[in-house]
């Protein structure tokens, strides 16, 4: 290819029009870009409204996790103590995020929607033993640090095969 | 018009200051100026507008551990960045930057050393200066750095020609190779950027070449070597081949800036100094506006052009103004 200094000063003119615009970069702890409803961030477990735990420690999940990054011990319930509406429920529930890939395959696998994967994604710690999420922690409200777009404006049309059905 | 050799000596002290401070300055210029014309921001978040950016990056690199190769040859290791630094700082020594001043009983001259000879001065500093980045690949006993160091060896005194022979123009028709000579020449008559437009053009385009920056930045090249001359290098030391190229580039931006611009002239007030630093301001984001904008040559590309191109057409300048100064 031959030069073309024609072509080349004209890219000296590209770069100086540049200096009149805004930079598009978004200033990250500033300014948050609101998440996809959607998005997979850290697992929440769920509670019945009646303040029962969802999860009946069936350890599904942790079959499920590609990662393994799961660890559930089991325990009956008894009538004094009634944690789950099932026989048993998790005594221990672990999440290890180091190890965690966010693929929410454990959210398909478990038959009582207890455990979703919420939205945060603000997880760093200075250790990692503090990120062994326990079942206190992932039972616990989350602190909202990120902000969540309208999920209305991400909901999906309807699909062609349940529309003609 | 002689001053007492004290003055000259404080002047330096003052320079030298002047100089270290305007390059931390420089790379925080480079910096904003690629982030705003890539859409970026730059660094904003030491100090208020990034403004204690290099003072953070003088902090890291002082700090960290200044390791060495095992095999380094140690005088020379440890001898090259000084010794690129050195000369890259007292090429400056020559260029004027003032009018000069009386103050009290004293002459103050507005440049440190009023060499008769400066520019060919400039230029041997300038040879010499490479040397550093030749030695400093070198004993670095390391074949990354042995290939940067060749690449910078032959690039540079590739330019170096070319670099030369632009400047000859320009001391055909200031009739000196003083410096200040030069400057009150293009004061009295007309700047040289007019007439010496080609030889500006050789010159620039030598002058990005001769400071090993983009897009001739091929002794670096990070994305084929390593990291050229300065692979083995780290910490201040690292720091210091750095602060060489920035001020390489500072000098080379004055001298287009006295060679070409008038020096420290100005369209009105007598501000020798402020004139000087508005005119190397421009000059240095000219060259940073280069790197923002021309990708970087191959190496064939990069012998050939200098060569077969830069060289006839600097001759031929040289030439053509011998003449046309012969004939008048």
């Known amino acids: 290819m031959s030069p073309q200094p024609i072509e080349s000063l004209k890219g000296f003119a590209v770069t100086f029009r540049q200096l009149f615009r805004k930079p598009i970069t978004q200033q990250y702890p500033e300014y948050k870009r609101p998440v996809y409803p959607r998005f997979r961030g850290r697992h929440r477990l ?3 409204q009646n303040g029962l735990e969802k999860c009946i420690g069936c350890s599904l999940c942790a079959a499920a996790c590609p990662a393994d990054c799961i660890r559930v011990v089991a325990a009956e319930n008894t009538a004094t103590n009634r944690v789950s509406p099932g026989e048993r429920y998790a005594r221990i529930y672990e999440i290890n995020l180091s190890r965690c890939i966010f693929c ?6 478990c038959p009582f929607d207890a455990i979703t994967l919420g939205n945060e994604f603000e997880i760093s710690e200075y250790s990692r033993d503090d990120l062994i999420y326990t079942k206190d922690m992932l039972l616990a409200e989350p602190i909202k640090r990120v902000p969540v777009a309208d999920p209305s404006l991400f909901d999906t049309p309807i699909p062609y095969y349940q529309e003609h059905s | 018009m002689t001053e007492p050799w004290w003055i000259g000596l404080i002047k330096a002290v003052v320079i030298i200051n002047v100089l270290l401070l305007a390059m931390a300055f420089t790379t925080l210029l480079e910096r904003k100026l690629l982030g705003r014309m890539q859409l970026r921001y730059g660094p904003n978040r030491a100090g208020p507008f990034g403004l204690l950016q290099p003072f953070a990056d003088l902090i890291k690199m002082v700090r960290k551990e200044a390791f060495a190769p095992m095999a380094a040859i140690d005088v020379l290791y440890v001898a090259a960045p000084a010794f690129s ?6 090429a400056f020594s020559v260029i004027p930057f003032g009018e000069g001043w009386k103050i009290w009983k004293w002459h103050v001259n507005g440049v440190v050393a009023d060499v008769p000879i400066s520019l060919i001065l400039i230029f041997a500093l300038g040879s010499l200066g490479i040397y550093g980045f030749i030695v400093g690949g070198w004993a ?8 940067g160091s060749m690449r910078t060896c032959a690039q540079m005194v590739s330019y170096e020609v070319s670099l030369s022979l632009a400047v000859l123009g320009v001391v055909l028709m200031g009739r000196s190779l003083s410096l200040v000579d030069i ?4 004061i009295d008559t007309l700047w040289f950027a007019g007439p010496q437009l080609v030889g500006l053009l050789v010159f620039m385009i030598a002058g990005v070449a001769e400071t090993n920056r983009a897009p001739f930045d091929l002794p670096e090249a990070d994305t084929e070597l390593v990291g050229g001359y300065h692979t083995e290098y780290s910490g201040m030391r690292w720091g210091l081949f750095q602060m060489a190229e920035y001020v390489n580039m500072i000098v080379l931006s004055a001298l287009a800036v006295t060679l070409f611009f008038g020096g420290w002239e100005g369209p009105w007030a007598p501000l020798g100094p402020l004139w000087f630093f508005i005119k190397l301001l421009l000059a240095v984001s000219v060259f ?16 050939r052009f200098g060569w077969k191109v830069l060289l006839p057409v600097a001759t031929a300048n040289a030439v053509i103004t011998a003449l046309v100064i012969a004939a008048t």
Do not use: N
């Open chain 1, 104 to 109: 929410g395959y454990c959210e398909l696998a």
């Open chain 1, 46 to 48: 769920h509670r019945h």
């Open chain 2, 85 to 90: 630094a050195f000369t890259a700082l007292s």
């Open chain 2, 140 to 147: 670095s006993e390391s074949k990354y750095s042995l290939l």
């Open chain 2, 183 to 186: 400057v009150d020449k293009q």
């Open chain 2, 288 to 303: 940073i506006w280069i790197r923002a904008t021309l990708p970087r040559l191959r190496y064939d590309q990069l012998m």
